[in-house]
């Protein structure tokens, strides 16, 4: 038995902290699905006819639809760290693509030291959970339990760069079974719900597909009207219909936030309609693609939006959410949605600009209604925007994405001031992030660890081993091998 003045003194401790308790219970569940190359018609709440996505059109009905979203980059990498960190990729000095297959990328990774949505969450009191696709770096130091998760399900990065599978560090599979991924992500989901409803957590699913290689499983093949590509989405929005009723299951689906997107556009154009362009490039169908935030507690149901925003508003809005304050001592290019998504409206002006950029190279700026494509050439490209029609412009470019959304009537000529206008922006945002071979003032070191030999990057890499990295990989060489260094060979 406790003595009554044990118990008196526990009694006004339970209730000291009978608020907080009562706090945390309160804050809503996160729940952030990535998809991966999706385009912005590959739904059909956002125009698709060969497939059927009734969850996600579901989603939509009962939360907001964006009809103006964009990812910070059009590959997979650079994209994930902008919604992650809440600032463009460059500022992490991640803005290339992460591929262990090429000897120049294998050491690269998210630098432990920035800051995620998840470590945000976890100093907030959530427990944090990633199922899906990394591709942020797949040695130790970079992976999702070093970067603020508590929990990791999946695959460090995409099939065909590496095909193993992961729980928590061990090997599940050396070659995953591509036909039951959705099916090993969707149970891995429902059972974090189940488990953990009765405290705050935030989910990060990050699914591959559609992405290729793909599979779908055996009661989804051969359903759609699009072939496997059609039918692996199918098979995604079933995942999300699981994921949701397992929300209601467990009592938590009113006061949890699902927010749904893309990494960025698809590879065929067919599926960025009604916008040009795919993956890869800067044009909008590479960075416009679906985006549905769903809140049953506090948001109206059935709205579209046309507010321009983007992957770095997620980490701020979140942030906020949370009831995590940003860190100081970092520049964030997103602000929180939360203001807007309670019919207050977004603080900062229609007219802020938005930079494409591709890997090191600015090549388009976004202000207001007006979309500049920026003159380069064809050495400051990476690999895999040198074949792609649309890269080497000797001119500025000016679209007015509000009478021309298929970016296809160049107006530079007839509006001069605004040419100018972005030039000026364009030049400043160099200054501060870089541009091709110029390292940029505010731009972070890039995660990397120290390779196994000397690496000389060569024609075929150009662009992917930039002098920022270069830099980085020589700090770790002095470290741990004295006399190492890196040299990076210019193309002729």
Request: net charge positive.
């Amino acid at each position: 038995m406790i003595p009554r003045s044990n118990r008196s003194g526990r009694l006004v401790a339970w209730l000291l902290f009978l608020p907080l308790l009562t706090a945390v219970a309160d804050k809503p569940n996160l729940i952030f699905f990535l998809a991966d190359d999706l385009g912005y018609s590959d739904i059909a709440c956002y125009g698709a006819t060969k497939v059927k996505t009734p969850h996600l059109d579901q989603l939509a009905k009962e939360g907001i639809r964006f009809t103006d979203f964009h990812s910070a980059a059009s590959i997979c990498s650079p994209s994930r760290a902008a919604f992650l960190t809440g600032g463009y990729p460059q500022r992490a000095g991640l803005y290339m693509g992460i591929n262990p297959i090429r000897k120049a990328h294998w050491f690269l990774g998210l630098h432990p030291d920035e800051i995620t949505i998840a470590e945000q969450c976890r100093q907030a009191g959530y427990k944090t959970f990633m199922v899906g696709k990394w591709h942020l770096g797949t040695e130790p130091e970079f992976l999702p339990r070093n970067q603020g998760f508590d929990h990791y399900y999946g695959m460090p990065c995409n099939f065909a760069h590496s095909p193993r599978f992961f729980d928590d560090g061990k090997q599940v599979f050396a070659k995953t079974p591509l036909a039951r991924l959705t099916e090993l992500y969707t149970k891995r989901v429902t059972k974090i719900i189940r488990e953990n409803a009765e405290k705050p957590f935030f989910l990060y699913y990050a699914h591959n597909y559609p992405h290729t290689p793909f599979k779908a499983g055996k009661q989804f093949t051969g359903t759609s009207k699009d072939g496997v590509r059609g039918d692996v989405i199918q098979e995604l929005d079933w995942s999300i219909g699981q994921m949701m009723k397992a929300l209601e299951d467990a009592g938590v689906a009113d006061n949890t936030i699902v927010v749904f997107t893309s990494d960025n556009g698809p590879t065929k154009n067919q599926y960025a309609k009604p916008f040009r362009g795919t993956k890869y490039v800067t044009l909008e169908g590479g960075h416009r693609v679906p985006f549905i935030f769903h809140w049953p507690a506090r948001i109206k149901e059935g709205s579209v939006s046309a507010a321009k925003i983007h992957a770095m508003d997620l980490f701020p809005t979140f942030s906020e959410v949370a009831g995590a304050t940003l860190p100081k001592g970092r520049v964030y290019d997103g602000e929180s949605l939360l203001p807007m998504l309670e019919g207050r409206g977004l603080q900062r002006s229609p007219d802020e600009p938005f930079f494409y950029y591709n890997c090191e190279n600015l090549q388009a700026v976004r202000i207001g209604d007006w979309k500049i494509h920026l003159p380069r050439q064809q050495n400051q490209l990476p690999f895999w925007d040198k074949g792609k029609n649309f890269t080497r412009l000797k001119e500025p470019i000016l679209y007015n994405l509000r009478d021309d959304q298929g970016e296809s009537r160049d107006v530079a000529q007839a509006n001069p001031e605004v040419v100018q206008r972005a030039l000026r922006l364009a030049g400043a945002m160099r200054k501060e992030l870089g541009e091709f071979m110029e390292r940029g003032k505010a731009q972070r070191p890039t995660g990397s660890i120290s390779p196994k030999a000397p690496v000389i990057s060569h024609e075929k890499d150009w662009g992917l081993v930039p002098p920022a990295v270069v830099e980085a990989l020589n700090t770790e060489r002095s470290k741990r091998h004295p006399g190492w260094k890196a040299k990076t060979l210019r193309p002729k």
